[in-house]
């Protein structure tokens, strides 16, 4: 439905003035305007014309599916409108992109460029694995989002990108941006030697992408070095190709990963390291299992098997209670008011009143984490999980009852075997609930160390 200059379609408004870069306009959601969003509007054109954008809504697809990946832009709804010859992608807002940073930071340490390539290799395994070539890596299609002061890395743009079978006969259209491009898709290069340079690939899952392996030796290029090998201009592109095509391109440098680039920016294909060993060699640095991990989240992105296990999917009103539930509450209310005597005997709001000052409201704490995790974790949680968080925020006052605390601890699965794990942001969320569990008028928590926090939380725990 179009208002004006602003496009409804579900719960979203996209303002057709308001252009973040080309083709990305604002958007934002009426359920959650802490989430930030962008609109990506293909315009469909002609009949002949119209595998091009259908390819690239197939490919937004696939990426929809893996939205717990956290490095790959979060795509959160495709629509067709077919009346008024429009796809229209709905996905995260991210405050920067890998050009800026760049253009910021000059060059990166080898410790930044392991955490870039960990995250990269996360995310680019997606389309290794679907057999999709993006054929356009550069810093500019790396978007960033910050948490907590660490840059998360996502893959994005997916208009040229493509589903590309095992066919090595396949025509190689000449595409991408030519300072990143491979040199059997630059437009830059004409070089009969490449139009058949997968036909010697064997045992390679996706050979195709050995091309985007080239655009990410030319980022790591510039990541150590500080700038691109060539001056960008047409000329210093082409003599930069005819070099590493009749010498094997060598860097002189401290970084520990000059001898990776070097394998990465080779001519032929079939010569360049491909992402397979790619992999194996992040994961003999890391001299562990691969699989990279968000520092500092692990309450969050671990959640899902160890500490909250969020719900993926759920019909049920949460704060409804059947009758039988109703029955079980009631019976467990004489056992939780034994419990809560019980626990007053440890009383840190009572006991260390004098000793620690008193700082925070507990109720705005409760608030506070839960915004956080709607806002900051957007592309980590799955959509029903924001849906039932947006639903706690949306009950006020009513979320501090006792009922719908409990429901609150339930839907993410608290455990107290789990506390000693915790970081302080959550630690204070749980000491927030049972503070105001056991006393339902406090206003204010003293801070108390963190050790503490968590034996008051054991000893607090009501068995529900």
Same mark, same amino acid.
């Given at each position: ?244 095509? /009749?010498?094997?391109?060598?860097? +002189?440098? @401290?970084?520990?990963?000059? =001898?990776? &680039?070097?394998?990465? %920016? !080779? ?83 009572? /006991?260390?009143?004098?000793?620690? +000052?008193? @700082?925070?409201?507990?109720? =705005?704490? &409760?608030?506070?984490? %839960? !915004? ?93």
């Amino acid at each position: 439905m179009q208002q004006g200059n602003i496009l409804i379609i579900d719960e979203y408004q996209i303002v057709h003035e308001e252009l973040i870069t080309n083709r990305l306009y604002e958007c934002k959601s009426t359920k959650n305007i802490h989430i930030p969003l962008c609109a990506r509007i293909i315009q469909m054109q002609e009949q002949h014309l119209r595998k091009y954008e259908e390819r690239e809504q197939q490919i937004y697809e696939v990426i929809l599916q893996y939205r717990n990946n956290q490095n790959l832009v979060y795509v959160h709804l495709i629509k067709k409108l077919e009346e008024q010859k429009k796809i229209v992608i709905i996905m995260e807002k991210c405050e920067s992109n890998l050009q800026q940073l760049l253009e910021r930071n000059k060059k990166f340490n080898d410790n930044e460029i392991e955490d870039f390539s960990k995250q990269f290799i996360n995310g680019y395994s997606v389309l290794y694995n679907e057999l999709i070539v993006h054929r356009n890596i550069k810093p500019d299609n790396i978007f960033i989002r910050y948490i907590n002061g660490k840059p998360i890395y996502k893959i994005a743009n997916f208009k040229i990108a493509k589903r590309m079978p095992n066919d090595n006969n396949i025509y190689l259209k000449k595409i991408g941006t030519p300072a990143y491009a491979a040199p059997e898709i630059n437009t830059l290069n004409q070089d009969a030697d490449l139009s058949f340079c997968f036909n010697s690939i064997k045992n390679i899952k996706n050979p195709k992408s050995l091309i985007d392996i080239f655009s990410i030796g030319m980022i790591f290029y510039q990541m150590v070095q500080g700038f691109l090998p060539f001056e960008s201009n047409a000329n210093q592109i082409k003599n930069f190709l005819i070099q590493i095509k /009749q010498q094997p391109l060598k860097l +002189q440098g @401290n970084s520990k990963y000059v =001898q990776i &680039i070097e394998k990465l %920016l !080779i001519y032929f294909p079939g010569n360049r390291m491909e992402f397979e060993s790619f992999i194996k060699y992040f994961k003999s640095e890391s001299n562990q299992i691969f699989q990279f991990q968000i520092s500092g989240i692990n309450q969050i992105q671990q959640s899902y098997s160890n500490n909250f296990n969020f719900p993926q999917q759920s019909n049920v009103n949460l704060f409804r209670l059947t009758s039988n539930n109703n029955h079980n509450q009631q019976n467990n209310q004489v056992y939780q008011s034994q419990r809560m005597t019980q626990v007053s005997q440890f009383n840190p709001l009572v /006991q260390n009143q004098q000793a620690f +000052q008193i @700082n925070y409201n507990p109720r =705005q704490k &409760i608030i506070e984490f %839960l !915004i956080f995790l709607m806002h900051d974790y957007d592309g980590i949680l799955y959509d029903s999980t924001k849906q039932q968080l947006q639903s706690f925020l949306e009950l006020k006052d009513n979320i501090f009852s006792k009922e719908v605390l409990l429901e609150l601890l339930t839907f993410i699965n608290f455990k107290a075997e789990k506390i000693d794990g915790y970081d302080s942001k959550t630690l204070d969320f749980f000491y927030s609930i049972f503070s105001v569990l056991i006393y339902p008028d406090v206003q204010q928590l003293p801070k108390i160390p963190d050790q503490i926090k968590r034996e008051y939380i054991k000893t607090s725990v009501i068995q529900r």
